[in-house]
C-alpha cells in the first residue's frame, strides 16, 4: 500500500446549498493559500475547467509549484453549467452531449500538462427526477459510447467514472458500485475505471471495503474520495465521525488489495472552517492507518475467519479498553 | 372543508443547490409577475424579511392588491443569514437567540400589518450534524422558551412550528410531527400549532393522512405544505407524481377533519419551469380533489372499515379501469 | 410482448415473521387446490426440493396436470435450512459450497424433467452482517466459480441469479441489479441471467424500469417477480398498492423491450387471504397493462420525450379525470 | 447513574424470521440454564404470559431465586398470537380491545407478584400496511383510553410505551419517541412512561441521546433497550458494533440525566450463540462506561460546548492512538 493524500480543491471556496452561502468565493491564489495550511495534504483535486482553465493553466502550475502540491485529481465540470441540468454525456441533445464530450477530452489534455494522473467522470445531472422522464435505453447507450470514445481520445489519462446514488438528480444512471463496474467493462479499455467516493458507497448501502475489492477484481479502482455520513445522503462529514468500524476497515482492505494510490478529502464545510476540517480528516485517516499496525494485520485476519461477530467485535472494542 | 390554494413567493426567485445555480434572482415586481400567471393561486406564502420588510411593505401590500393575492403564510427568515448556521432559536449563544426571538416577534406584527393569519418558524439550522455537537437539554429547553415568548407577544397571529427530519443539518430538532406536537403542547398556548408539510412527513416514513389526524385532534393543524418525494429526501417535486394513494387518502382525511385553510405549494423547479411546475401541481390538486368524489366518501369509508387490504386496493384500482 | 402470471406456491403454505406465525402448514395437495383459485394465474414458482423433491415429483407432476399449471419458475432452497445461514455457494467452508452446487445441479435437472425453463438462484444468506465478518474476495471468487459450474451443468435450462439488498443478512453480496448483471457477465454463459424482483429494485432505491432495461442490454433478464414496498424493506405488499406510476412505467418497458415470459408474485399475505391478495395482484397488473393502451404508447413516448414532468405528470393524471 | 444489566429471556429460546428457524425452543428451566451463563447480567426481561404464566409462576419465581435473577421487565405478549395481528389496544373489534386491556392488567398484577417494577406495551401490530387501511383518529383515541385504562389499574407499576416505526407492520402507530411522548403525556398519568430501544431510535433517524433528554425532561423515561443496527431496520445486533459514537454519547447522557434502571439487551442472535452474544454486548456496555471515564466528563462536556466538530472528532479519535 502506498497512499497519499489529497484534497478537493473547491473546499476553499464558495460554498452553499439551497438555503444558505456559508463560504465566500475566494481568488485562486487565496484557495492556495489556505489549502497550504493543511498538513500533510500533498494533492489538490481540481474541477475543470472551473478551477482552472486553458486561460490560467500557467498561473496554476506556477501555484502548485510554489505551494508544493501535485495534482492529485481533476473532475470534468459536466456539472455547474446550467446547460448541463438535464444530462451531459447522456444527454437526448446531441449537440449538448458532444459538447460535454469534447469538453472531456480536453480536461484530458489538460490533465497530462499538469501531471494529474486521472479524470473523474461525475454526471450528477444524467439521470431523471421522475417515473417516465427518461429513456433509460437510449441514455446508457448513450453514456457507454460517450464514455468510449473520451478514454479513446489518450490511453495515458485514466477516466473514472464516480459513482453516486442521487443528488442532485432523484435519481444517478451511474449510482452503485455495479453499475459503474458494469459500464466500465462495457466501454472496455484499459484507462477506464471507477472514482470510489466512500460516503457514496455508504448511502447506496454498500460497505465500502466490498466495493473497493469489486472494483480492485478488475482492474479499475482508480481513485478514492473519503468523508462519512449516516448511510442516508451525501452529507460529507468529517472522515471516521460517524462510522469508525467500516473505516477501520477500509484501510484494513487498502492494505490487502495494496492500494497504491491517492486517498482525496470530498468533505463539505458547511459550518467549519475549511483548513481545519480538512486537518482533523487527515489525521483521522492517519490514526486509522496505524491503528491496523496496533491491532494487527493477523489479528483482524484472524478474527475474520471465524466469521463469528461475537469474536470480531472483541477484537475490536478490545482497542478502546 | 374549504381549501385555497397558496404558492411559495421564492419559487419565482433565485434557486439553487450545491452545484448549479437554476434560476436566476428577480425583483419583487417580476416575481409578482410571475405568481400572477399560475391559475387558482390565491395566496402567496413569503419568507420576512428577506421577499418584503419593513422596508418594502408598502409595494408589498400594493403588488398584493394589484395581482388579486392574499398572503397565505410567512415564514421567518431563520436560515438565509450566516449568522443562523448554528441555530437561532435554540442557539446557545444568548445574543443570537434574542436576536431570533425579536425577528420572529416583528413578523408577527408584519402578519397583522398584510393580513396574514399564520407565521411558520422553520428552524432549520437548529440541531446537529454529529454526536458530541448539541446539548440536547438546554437547545429544547431554549426552544420551548423561545416559542412560548414569541408566541405570547401577540395571540391574535398564529405561530405554526414546521417539523422536518434533516436538511440543512443531517439532525433538526423539530423532525417529526410526534415532537413538533409535545413542543406545541408544552408551550400550551392556543395559538402555537404545526406547519405540516406532506413531503417531510414522507420522509420522516410517516403517513401523512395520519399526521394531520394526530394534529387536528389537539386543534394544531394550522397550515399544510405540498410537495412530493421518494421517501428519501426533501425533493420537492410535483404533487403526486410520486405518491398517488397517500395524496388521495390525504384528501380524503382534509374532508373527514374538515380542514379549512390553505395548501401551499412549497416544491422546487430546479429544472422545470416555475409557473409550469405550479400550475401542474393545483391542477393536480384539484384532480384528487374531484376523484374523491368520483370514487364517493362512502365507498372509501367502506372499504376502509374492512381494514381489508385486497378490498382496499380494487376500490382504487377501479378508477384506472 | 408475451406475458404469462405466475404465482409463488409458498404463498399458500406456512407463513411466518420474528413474532407471529400467520398461516399454517398445508399438504401439496392442499396448496394447489387453493392456489388453483387464483383466476389468471398459469404458473406455479416452487422452492426445491423443499415444495417438491424427486421423492414427490410423480405426485407434483400429476397434481400440476390436474390444475393445469405449469411450472414458471424454481428456486433453489439454499435459504430455509441452518447449514446455509452463514452462506451457500459463496461459503468460505468448502463442504458446505459444494452441497450447495450439487443441489443447484439437481435443481436443472429437475427443471428439465418438470417443463421450468429458469432456475433461480436466490442467495439470502450470502452476504454479512458486520463490518470484517466477510472475506469478500474470496466470496465473490466462489461465488463466480459457483455459478459458473452449476451453468455449465446443462446449457438447457437458464440460471437466474435474484439480486436483493438486504434480508435476511444486513448485506447480500448479490445486492444490485449492477452487482448481478457484473456476476452475470463475468461468468459468461448464455445461460446465466438475473431475476429482477421489483420490490428488491425499488428499495435498493433503483427505477424497476431503468433495471430490466439494463439486463436487457446484455440479454439477461430471464424472470420477474412482482410485488410492492415502500423503498425501505422488502414488504411484498399487493402489487401496484403503493407506487402506481413506476408500476405504469413498468408495463411501458415490458412492451419496448418486448418482453416474453413470466410475471410471477412474490407478495407475502401476513394478514391476507393468499389467494384473495394473489387475485387482486393479479387483477392490478391486468389493470396496469391496459391502461398502457388506454394512454397509448405514443402519448407516453412524445410525454418522455420531452423530458419535462410537468408534461408527463399531465399525461399520467389525465387517466384520473 | 445506576444501571443494572438484563437481557431478553426469549433469546434462549426459539429464534425464527420469514426463511429460518435459527434456534429451537427450549424448556423454561434450559432457558434459565443458558442465560445463567452470561456474566454480568442481573435481570431478565419476560414475555408474558408467553415465557411465564399465571399457571407456572412459582416454577418461574423458583428459578429466578436459584439462578439469583431479578425480573428487569414483562412485556405482555400483544404480538405472538394471531388473534392480534390486526390491532390489539388500538383495535377497532371491541372484543379484541377489551381483552388485549384485561391481558395488559393481569400483567401488572403479575408483574408486583414477581418483583418487576416495569410493564412494557409494545404494539407492534397496531399499526397499517397500506394507505386507507388505518382509522387513524379512531385508532389513536382507542390507543389513549386503552393505555389510560391499563395503567388505572394499578398506580404501582410502571407502565412503558415501546415506540417502533415499523415491523412487522409496516406502520406502527407509536412509532417515534414523539408520538410516545405525546401518549403518555396525553394520558397523563405519573406511571405511564416510555421504554427506549436504542436501535428503534436510530432507525427512526433520532439520535437516541436526542431521545432519552426528551423523555427524561417529562419524566417519563422508564427503561431501556440495548442493540445496534444501520439505521435502516431493526437488525439487533451486538451492542456498539455499528455506531460506536453514539452508543458512547449515549453513556455520557445517562450520566448527566442521572439514570437508575436496566439496560437491557434485546439484541437478536440469528447466527450467534446467545449466551456468546450476550456477553459480549455486556462487555461492550462496560467498557464504553469505562471510556467515559478515561476521556472524562469535563472533557467531552468541553469539546461539546464549542459545538466545533473538528474539536469533538479530535476528542474521540485520541483514544484509538
Not at 475566494?26 to 493543511?38: D, G, P, Q, T, Y
Not at 494529474?116 to 437510449?138: R, S
Request: aromatic share 12%.
Amino acid at each position: 500500500m502506498e497512499i497519499r493524500y489529497g484534497i478537493g480543491f473547491w473546499l476553499f471556496g464558495q460554498l452553499q446549498d439551497r438555503f444558505t452561502v456559508y463560504h465566500d468565493a475566494r481568488s485562486m491564489e487565496e484557495k492556495f493559500e489556505r489549502a497550504s495550511k493543511v498538513e500533510g495534504a500533498e494533492g489538490l483535486e481540481v474541477i475543470y475547467p472551473v478551477e482552472f482553465s486553458d486561460e490560467n493553466i500557467d498561473e496554476f502550475k506556477s501555484l502548485l509549484k510554489k505551494h508544493g502540491f501535485k495534482v492529485s485529481g481533476m473532475i470534468v465540470d459536466l456539472f455547474t453549467k446550467r446547460k448541463w441540468i438535464n444530462g451531459s454525456l447522456s444527454s437526448m441533445d446531441e449537440k449538448i452531449r458532444r459538447e460535454a464530450i469534447e469538453l472531456s477530452k480536453k480536461a484530458l489534455d489538460a490533465a497530462k500538462e499538469v501531471g494529474c494522473e486521472t479524470v473523474t467522470l461525475w454526471l450528477g445531472h444524467d439521470g431523471y427526477d421522475y417515473p417516465f422522464q427518461a429513456d433509460y435505453l437510449k441514455a446508457w447507450n448513450n453514456l457507454s459510447e460517450s464514455v468510449r470514445e473520451i478514454a479513446s481520445h489518450r490511453g495515458d489519462v485514466k477516466v473514472a467514472l464516480e459513482y453516486k446514488l442521487k443528488e442532485p438528480r432523484t435519481h444517478i444512471f451511474i449510482g452503485t458500485v455495479g453499475k459503474a463496474l458494469m459500464l466500465a467493462e462495457e466501454v472496455g479499455l484499459r484507462n477506464v475505471g471507477v472514482t470510489m467516493d466512500f460516503g457514496h458507497a455508504l448511502y447506496a448501502f454498500e460497505n465500502p471495503s466490498e466495493s473497493i475489492v469489486l472494483l480492485h477484481r478488475k482492474n479499475r479502482l482508480f481513485h478514492i474520495h473519503f468523508n462519512d455520513n449516516y448511510r442516508d445522503w451525501d452529507h460529507d462529514l468529517i472522515v471516521s465521525s460517524i462510522n469508525l468500524w467500516e473505516n477501520l476497515e477500509f484501510f484494513y482492505w487498502l492494505r490487502k488489495i495494496d492500494y497504491r494510490g491517492w486517498l482525496s478529502l470530498d468533505i463539505y464545510p458547511y459550518r467549519e472552517d475549511p483548513v481545519k476540517m480538512c486537518q482533523r480528516s487527515i489525521e483521522n485517516l492517519k490514526i486509522l492507518d496505524k491503528l491496523i499496525d496496533k491491532i494487527g494485520m493477523k489479528n483482524l485476519e484472524e478474527a475474520m475467519k471465524t466469521g463469528d461477530s461475537t469474536t470480531i467485535t472483541a477484537t475490536l472494542m478490545e482497542i478502546l479498553k
